[in-house]
Nanobody, 123 residues
């Protein structure tokens, strides 16, 4: 079992920035891929970004490309999501995820989840 501890959410104005952090503990052998998903009001949970061990590969949702940057310290099992040029449509609960395989095609039955952190972008 992997435990994921997120931090860094909050309230920001349009155009502002936030940085989310996620630290993994427990069975960290199951953290080949780490990433972020989000769920907005009355929306399905959607993929945001993910990165594999050693930062060899990364992927972003089209809606955040050029604005969000995912980074990772693999030995410390920590991943960050730098969010710039935030828009009201980025408002959501952001969930950290970890999987022993990659997350690029979405979560799997083996995906571990954090509790989520709220990001609110005011217009």
């Amino acid at each position: 079992q992997v435990q994921l501890d997120e931090s860094g959410g909050g309230l920001v104005q349009t155009g502002g920035s936030l940085r989310l952090s996620c630290a993994a503990s427990g069975r960290t052998s199951n953290t080949y891929a780490m990433g972020w998903f989000r769920q907005g009001p009355r929306k399905e949970r959607e993929f945001v970004a993910a990165v594999t061990w050693g930062s060899r590969s990364s992927k972003y949702a089209d809606s955040v490309k050029g604005r969000f940057t995912i980074s990772r310290n693999s030995p410390k099992n920590t991943v960050w999501l730098q969010m710039d040029s935030l828009k009201p449509e980025d408002t959501a609960v952001y969930f950290c995820a970890a999987d022993p395989d990659d997350l690029f095609a979405g979560p799997t039955p083996r995906t571990s989840w954090g509790q989520g952190t709220q990001v609110t972008v005011s217009s």
